[in-house]
């Protein structure tokens, strides 16, 4: 049966960032020289051609977006100009779109604009919720105590109610990825035993991120991984710990040391990525999606107001600090409730699913290939197209 | 017989002989031979100090015919004949023993190449005892050019010998100047305009005197040899009458082109059928009158080209016809700029961007998004009509080679590269200025890579297309080229007919004519007067067909002669 090819599709990525992917002539330089592509994984050059030739259900079954991790190398030596690196980066904005079922990741990456006002609209409504309950039940004037504005036992409260919807916002996008790329896929047949025999890549990858560190220089790898233990460490703090640390006056020691190392580990890391995007001297930061810029601008100021916040506590300031939480937590939320599910930030669930996944092809795909060899009927047409 | 001094002169070629023959013993076996009067070796007997020898030898020892045993004389019987010329010697008492290509070259077993190369340098010390020393005629250079074919390669010939004050010919069969250029609307890669490089081409053409334009024209008939033809043309008036007209020339330049391949051969690929699928000839007319629409007046929103339809294909033609692939993009872009909006795929065999500027086009043809699709040449696209929910005219389904999968591509118009073919009246042509044709009925030049405008008959000269596919700027070098090599022979005058011919013995011909068929060169007239043949010296290539073939043993090849055949016999089986 033969597949329809979608002209259009190119014309639809452009929104995403692929910009030159239609300069490429398939001479395979870049899959040559990736530390990731092998037999059964063949990218970025596969890609290229399913993007050019807008084969959509393809492309939608690939795992190979998501076990690239922009090294930029393809793009650096790539004769012909059609930045196979950001043509990957894009593909993995346009699947996070599609693994998104309300439809909204689609559209902030087609438009800031819509991104921007949803920051700006949540973060009002945080704003006035915080400002409601704080006026109605506490004294501004307060930031610890039983007249506390904002006590942390209610932020607590608020912070799981956030975890759950957020994780269960992302557990069915996540699903829908495994969906398609798995279930769907008519080349694809796995085995349970797979799933079970993979699954300990999925914290593996989560907290290693050991794929990254395959690529020819590791320092990205370094550097993402420590912004994202600096996130994690954060996360750990303010879901588990929130009354130890934002509650005064005494903070025992190991909260604010781990607390603090966070802080500079973030501080450190969204730095560092800014001015590489700035610089535009490596491949992998020579082009910025405005949902890359967006991403980095909340996650810096998130920061810079949670600093703001904890040094005005912790100098007596009560009524700046409030103020300063209220802000804070009006920028937070609307960030995690929008990036995490429906923007950059949900590949922190891709990621390590994608290499999941690819665990659970490639046996596949090798169980497959035997059955072949030993002559059952029926496989062979599915392992061939695989192959 | 009177007795002859004879030198033999055994070369080395470096290792490429000595290798495998033993060169001094070649000397030794020949030095008792009756008449020889010296034998000797050197290691490049074609080098300068070689060369000094043979004259030296010829003075010192008053040699009166010279051997030597080197290589084919198709490499070096000119050098040594110069070197024979130089000693004082008449150049045709020299002979060539061919121990290279046919001995050394091939033999592995050194005492028998040795054995072998011995009979060889002695049946050529026998033949040259009967060699006669040959004189090489001259005949007048006519400096009138016939050019046949009124494209871009005949104009180019035609305005390089006529702005060199000579007079040129030009017959051009239809009504008007320009042939398949003026078809076209831009050129690839550069995307000028055919319309310009042709308009000044023929405006010069028209205005100049020294060219005289026969339209409506064709040649019926040509006699004589190099620097003497004979030209009719007729030319064919508009109520049907016609009249013929016989001009001298001295040289013929064709310059016929081709045709277009016809796409209806290629059933499957519905031209004639489906409305909607052009040729690239049909679409250029579109791009000419700049409306690109569908048959019913659509802009079409997908346009699909598709690659080599009669090319580099077993069932048609098994070459490239070079071309289309470059129009291919050329349309691509056109099609961009007509209409920025539509979707072009281009389903290609192979991509052959090898011309100047041209792999940059195809660069710049991917950046303007074309969308390319690679298909094996031995398992074509397949065309059919879409159905009424489809968003498109047709649906073209084929095996994509760089993804591995099957597809169809959606299509409101698609334009068949058709390829060039030799044309039709090819063979007719080539039977008037006598030349060959190759299996595809393109005209055969006298040396692929080294004589590629001349032909096996001096004085034709092949331009253009009519040789081969070729794109512009090739069959416009080729005009020019023939043109340079034709005012090259006018500027000489005369032309020089080398010694080596057949002669008819009057006395011993009965006027059978067998021999005027025969001649491949139609270098054989028949004196109806004397009712006897005769060799034209200039036309003839002594093949010696004739002199096989007469019954009455008339006629007698120079430098051939039965004798030194004979000998040479002799020599080999002694």
């Known amino acids: 049966m033969a597949i329809r090819v979608n002209p259009k599709l190119i014309d639809e990525l452009a929104t995403y960032g692929a910009a030159d992917v239609q300069n490429c002539y398939h001479c395979g330089n870049c899959s040559a020289v990736c530390a990731h592509s092998d037999d059964t994984f063949v990218f970025p050059r596969k890609p290229m051609r399913l993007l050019q030739m807008g084969l959509e259900k393809r492309i939608e079954a690939s795992l190979d977006p998501w076990l690239c991790y922009y090294c930029g190398q393809c793009s650096t030596q790539c004769p012909r100009g059609a930045e196979p690196g950001e043509t990957m980066m894009s593909l993995r904005r346009w699947l996070t779109s599609r693994y998104d079922f309300t439809g909204i990741s689609r559209l902030f990456y087609v438009s800031w604009k819509a991104e921007v006002g949803a920051l700006v609209l949540v973060a009002v409504l945080t704003c006035v919720g915080f400002l409601t309950y704080g006026f109605l039940n506490g004294n501004i004037a307060h930031y610890d105590g039983p007249t506390a504005f904002l006590p942390s036992s209610v932020v607590h409260v608020f912070d799981w109610v956030m975890a759950v919807a957020l994780s269960l916002l992302l557990l069915i996008n996540a699903g829908r990825m495994w969906w398609f790329t798995t279930v769907k896929n008519p080349r694809i047949r796995p085995r349970l035993a797979s799933y079970l025999k993979a699954l300990y890549l999925l914290p593996l990858q989560f907290l290693t991120q050991k794929e990254y560190a395959r690529c020819e220089s590791r320092r990205p790898w370094a550097i993402h991984l420590s912004l994202m233990l600096s996130y994690v460490t954060m996360l750990i703090l303010i879901m588990f710990f929130l009354k130890q640390i934002q509650e005064g006056p005494a903070i025992a020691w190991p909260f604010h040391a781990f607390g603090y190392v966070a802080t500079a580990g973030l501080l450190f890391g969204v730095i560092h990525a800014m001015r590489g995007r700035i ?52 920028l937070v939320v609307p960030m995690l409730m929008l990036e995490v599910p429906f923007g950059k930030w949900s590949h922190l669930a891709y990621r390590p699913l994608a290499a999941f996944l690819a665990a659970i092809h490639r046996d596949a795909l090798v169980s497959q290939r035997t059955s072949t060899a030993n002559g059952e009927p029926g496989s062979t047409s599915r392992a061939l197209a695989a192959a | 017989m009177e007795r002859q001094r004879i030198g033999v002169f055994v070369c080395s070629c470096g290792t490429n002989i000595a290798h495998h023959v033993d060169v001094d013993a070649v000397c030794e076996s020949v030095q008792g031979m009756p008449d020889v009067a010296i034998a000797s070796s050197y290691r490049y007997m074609c080098s300068n100090p070689g060369q000094e020898m043979i004259a030296r030898g010829i003075q010192e020892h008053q040699l009166t015919r010279v051997v030597i045993a080197a290589c084919s004389p198709r490499m070096h019987e000119k050098t040594f ?327 169809e591509i959606p299509a409101d118009m698609v334009i068949l590269m058709v390829g060039m073919e030799a044309r039709s009246d090819s063979g007719e042509v080539a039977r008037l200025v006598n030349i060959s044709q190759d299996r595809d009925g393109w005209f055969m030049e006298s040396h692929p890579k080294l004589d590629p405008v001349a032909t096996t008959t001096d004085g034709i000269y092949i331009v253009g297309t009519c040789a081969a596919p070729k794109d512009i700027p090739d069959s416009v070098a080729q005009a020019r080229a023939a043109a340079a090599r034709i005012l090259g022979k006018i500027a000489k005058g005369k032309i020089e007919i080398d010694g080596v011919f057949a002669e008819v013995q009057d006395e011993r011909c009965s006027g059978c004519r067998m021999c005027n068929e025969l001649c491949p060169y139609s270098a054989i007239e028949f004196n109806l007067d004397t009712r006897r043949s005769h060799v034209i010296p200039a036309a003839c290539k002594a093949c010696g067909a004739c002199v096989a073939a007469c019954p009455s043993g008339a006629i007698k090849g120079r430098h051939f002669t039965v004798e030194q055949l004979h000998a040479q016999i002799e020599g080999v089986l002694l």
């Open chain 2, 81 to 407: 004949r110069g070197a024979c010329k130089r000693g004082g010697l008449n150049p045709y008492l020299c002979e060539m023993a061919n121990i290279r290509e046919q001995c050394s070259w091939v033999h592995s077993d050194r005492l028998a190449a040795t054995e072998k190369a011995k009979a060889l340098t002695s049946a050529a010390i026998r033949r040259v005892r009967h060699h006669e020393p040959l004189e090489s005629l001259t005949a007048e250079m006519c400096p009138n050019t016939l050019v046949i074919g009124g494209g871009i390669a005949g104009l180019t010939a035609a305005l390089e010998l006529a702005d060199a004050a000579h007079d040129v010919f030009l017959v051009e069969k239809t009504e008007r100047l320009g042939g398949n250029l003026a078809r076209v609307d831009l050129t690839a890669p550069h995307l000028d305009s055919a319309r310009d490089l042709l308009t000044e081409r023929i405006t010069r053409v028209r205005d100049n005197p020294r060219i005289k334009l026969l339209l409506n024209s064709e040649l019926r008939n040509l006699v004589g040899y190099v620097g003497n033809f004979s030209a009719t043309v007729r030319t064919n008036g508009a109520s049907g009458a016609h009249e013929e007209k016989t001009v001298d020339v001295g040289n013929v330049i064709v310059a016929t082109g081709y045709q277009e391949f016809d796409a209806g051969r290629v059933t499957h690929y519905g031209h004639g059928k489906l409305p909607n699928v052009v040729t690239s000839f049909e679409f250029e007319r579109m791009l000419r009158t700049g409306r690109i629409e569908t048959r019913d007046g659509r802009l079409p929103q997908y346009v699909a080209i598709i690659h080599c339809v009669g090319s580099r294909n077993k069932e048609f033609h098994a070459y490239c016809s070079r071309v289309c692939c470059m129009t291919a993009l050329k349309y691509s872009h056109e099609l961009k700029s007509a209409n920025p909006s539509c979707y072009v795929s281009d389903i290609y065999v192979d991509m052959h961007a090898f011309g100047k500027g041209c792999e940059d086009f195809y660069k710049t043809t991917s950046e303007v998004k074309t969308l390319f699709l690679m298909f094996d040449k031995n398992e074509r696209p397949v065309i059919r009509k879409a159905a009424p929910s489809d968003d498109c005219d047709m649906l073209i389904e084929v095996n994509e080679t760089l993804s591995g999968e099957r597809i």
């Open chain 1, 279 to 330: 610089a535009r001297k490596e491949p992998h930061l020579k082009h910025s999606h405005e949902s890359d810029w967006i991403f980095l601008v909340m996650l810096l100021v998130v920061t810079l107001t949670g600093v703001v916040q904890h040094v005005l506590h912790r100098s007596g300031l009560e009524l700046a600090a409030n103020i300063a939480y209220v802000v804070h937590l009006s």
